[in-house]
């Protein structure tokens, strides 16, 4: 069905109701930027007043390096462009084991790899990793065509408004640009945008005057399943300008009406229960730590200036003498009764005890950073070795592991399963799959991450295989029927998987059969080679104790050995 302006009208005003809804989460959104992410957290609907280019307010930039150490943590962790941080396996275990399959999906891959290092992809996910940390919601689209490839648009917190499914899933996303006319027109055609905007293109004082553009993609109930074209896809994505929510009034105008076959953004929040649209942050945590802090600053700081530039008392007869002392403040005082009179000396005697506020200072400063994950990062990333031991896991910071798990398993199901799929089923729109073996007709892809971050998760379960193996090992001393107990594939197989080993480097089932048996048949052989060896070596010893016996006599007579052993068998 044609977007009509009553459709738009409708659309205007679900953006409205949405962010009414949301406005409780702006006020606080504005100040953890403050604290966290100064030049985040704008609403691209009421103008151009963009975020301060300098943050004047704080005094301790804490919050602002733990921040953003928390993303690039994240980005390291668990997006890393340096190292694989996702595999793809087939979804049925048999097929996989086929040379054809493995080769298939080691070369897709490689081409989704090499997609994501191509594309303003880690770009765009260390923006998302800062303000899912600070604002405990994010918003990434992924759009992919032959003209212009594939490109990634974060967005920031309040320039969009999202809404959920029966399942707590974000499935509709409103957001507000600002472009100028020559944008509009590069973008959306001259045929498609107002009379407006084309004529200021003509007025070079107002072609760089920027408009409210809005774009809504949302699930489409009214279309026709069959019909191929962009208007009756799943997901529709509607642009539209003017109308009611940018102060223009009037008929909105359509600028260009669309439709994706899946969801082509991502909505990933830190923490949010199935009725929550936006999600809770780490930030929400440390943000009291974060107002004491500045506090805490600020008192320090007027002490130490205190005690170095204190006030000053200034005899009231030294007025008229000029006397400069303007870097603290002057208080001119008659002579105290009793005293002589002195010309000038501090008011206030401040000796603050500095050490004290600095340890103060830094007890604060280390919650924040410990809040942010600071320590885990720092641990993970800072290692210099690639891999990371399950004895440091366990004994260093398993408790951080497991507190950050359930924010992980949230990523995976919000964030990363849902990009990996979308950029799947994009290259085989665009035929950029390389053709599937036969053996793989009516099969799934699954992906599984290989990330540090989720390696280091999977690590800490090593440490059980490794104590059960070593307890195995040490029983089977007294008593060899424990080795039973194991299966020593699954032992291998589950092992490799916790520690991120790629699947095409591990033998399948039938290939380490086919080595048992050559091994077997290897074993029968040299046993049968053995015993004849043996069979021909007793021949000969015995042909060699015959001869002796011949020639050694027994008796004058000239008789051997030989014949009198005979002789006595009855032989003779």
Do not use: K, W, Y
């Given at each position: 069905m044609a977007m009509t302006p009553e459709h738009l009208r409708d659309l205007d005003r679900r953006y409205e109701e949405l962010r009414s809804r949301r406005s409780a989460w702006d006020s606080a959104w504005k100040e953890l930027a403050l604290h966290f992410l100064p030049t985040r957290c704008r609403d691209a609907s009421k103008g151009d007043a963009a975020a301060p280019l300098l943050n004047n307010t704080p005094v301790d930039s804490t919050g602002i390096l733990a921040m953003r150490t928390l993303a690039a943590g994240m980005q390291g962790g668990m997006t890393s462009p340096a190292r694989p941080w996702f595999a793809l396996k087939m979804s049925d275990d048999a097929a996989e084991q086929t040379p054809g399959a493995r080769m298939w999906l080691d070369e897709v891959l490689r081409r989704m790899r090499d997609i994501f290092h191509r594309s303003n992809f880690y770009n765009a996910i260390h923006t998302v990793y800062g303000e899912l940390g600070t604002f405990g919601t994010a918003f990434m689209f992924e759009f992919a065509d032959m003209k212009h490839g594939f490109r990634f648009v974060p967005l920031t917190a309040g320039e969009y408004v999202l809404d959920v499914d029966e399942r707590g899933r974000v499935d509709t996303v409103i957001r507000a640009m600002r472009m100028t006319a020559r944008q509009m027109v590069r973008e959306f055609g001259a045929e498609n945008v107002p009379e407006t905007v084309r004529k200021a293109l003509d007025r070079p004082s107002r072609s760089t005057e920027r408009r409210t553009v809005m774009h809504a993609v949302y699930p489409r109930n009214d279309r026709h399943p069959r019909a191929l074209d962009g208007r009756n896809k799943p997901w529709a994505s509607v642009y539209w300008c003017g109308g009611g929510h940018s102060g223009g009034g009037g008929v909105p105008h359509l600028l260009r009406e669309g439709g994706f076959d899946g969801f082509p953004g991502f909505g990933p929040r830190w923490d949010a229960t199935a009725e929550d649209v936006y999600g809770r942050s780490p930030a929400m945590d440390v943000l009291p730590d974060c107002r004491m802090l500045q506090q805490m600053a600020r008192t320090t700081l007027k002490a130490i200036h205190k005690a170095v530039d204190p006030p000053m008392s200034v005899a009231a007869g030294l007025r008229s003498v000029g006397l400069d002392l303007t870097a603290?403040?002057?208080?001119?005082?008659?002579?105290?009764?009793?005293?002589?009179?002195?010309?000038?000396?501090?008011?206030?005697?401040?000796?603050?005890?500095?050490?004290?506020?600095?340890?103060?200072?830094q007890d604060v400063q280390n919650q924040i950073r410990t809040g942010l994950y600071n320590d885990l990062f720092r641990m993970l990333l800072g290692s210099d070795r690639r891999q990371v031991t399950a004895t440091e896991v366990d004994a260093r910071e398993q408790e951080k592991m497991?507190?950050?798990?359930?924010?992980?398993?949230?990523?995976?199901?919000?964030?990363?399963?849902?990009?990996?799929?979308?950029?799947?089923?994009?290259?085989?729109?665009?035929?950029?799959?390389?053709?599937?073996?036969?053996?793989?007709?009516?099969?799934?892809?699954?992906v599984e991450f290989v990330s540090l971050l989720a390696q280091a998760q999977k690590i800490v379960s090593t440490g059980a295989v490794s104590q059960f193996v070593d307890f195995v090992g040490r029983t089977a001393q007294a008593w060899p029927e424990a080795l039973d107990a194991v299966d020593i594939d699954k032992v291998a197989s589950r092992y490799g998987e916790y520690l991120g080993v790629e699947s095409s480097i591990i033998r399948s089932v039938e290939e380490r059969e086919q080595l048992r048996r050559e091994r077997a048949q290897a074993r029968a052989r040299a046993a049968q080679q053995e015993q004849a060896a043996q069979t021909v070596r007793d021949m000969r010893g015995a042909a060699d104790t015959a001869r002796t016996l011949s020639q050694t006599p027994v008796d004058p007579n000239g008789v051997s050995a030989l014949e009198a052993v005979i002789g006595g068998m009855g032989g003779l």
């Open positions: 603290g403040g002057l208080n001119f005082v008659d002579g105290m009764p009793g005293q002589a009179p002195q010309a000038a000396t501090p008011l206030l005697q401040v000796r603050p005890d500095i050490q004290a506020a600095r340890v103060a200072i497991v507190l950050i798990g359930p924010v992980l398993e949230r990523l995976h199901d919000e964030l990363f399963i849902p990009l990996i799929d979308r950029t799947f089923n994009l290259m085989s729109d665009l035929n950029m799959l390389p053709p599937a073996p036969p053996e793989l007709s009516g099969s799934g892809v699954r």
